[in-house]
């Protein structure tokens, strides 16, 4: 599967974004789909993720302002990013596999496929 993500930009603080994970080449339906950023010197570091069951997961820090959903008919994950801060400016990546299992599902070595990145700067 090929990913392909778009949606970053500048914003100010307290702004939103809407990230697209767009995918190919395969049924995406059966992948787990996850978001994960990094900002510059730190780790890549988990955000959400969308489980083959249709549960969705976030990083404890990312719950009640994210939202990670998925239109199956256009091969498409989103991230819905509310209320930014200036601590979120990192290049966020998505990231598929299939046989990703839950103990993995938060780490980045837990899939196999990955999308080019996309760069979000919050600032004013």
């Known amino acids: 599967v090929q990913l392909q993500a778009s949606g970053g930009g500048l914003v100010q603080p307290g702004g939103s974004l809407r990230l697209s994970c767009a995918a190919s080449g395969r049924t995406f339906s059966r992948y787990v789909v996850g978001w994960f950023r990094q900002a510059p010197g730190k780790e890549r570091e988990f955000v959400a993720a969308?489980?083959?069951?249709?549960?969705?997961y976030y990083a404890d820090s990312k719950k009640g302002r994210f939202t990670i959903s998925r239109d199956n008919a256009k091969n498409t994950v989103y991230l819905q990013m509310n209320s930014l801060k200036p601590e979120d400016t990192a290049v966020y990546y998505c990231?598929?596999?299939?046989?990703?299992?839950?103990?993995?599902?938060?780490?980045?070595?837990?899939?196999?496929?990955w999308g080019q990145g996309t760069q979000v700067t919050v600032s004013s």
């Open positions: 969308f489980w083959r069951s249709g549960a969705t």
């Open positions: 990231a598929a596999d299939q046989s990703i299992i839950m103990s993995t599902m938060t780490s980045s070595q837990g899939y196999n496929y």
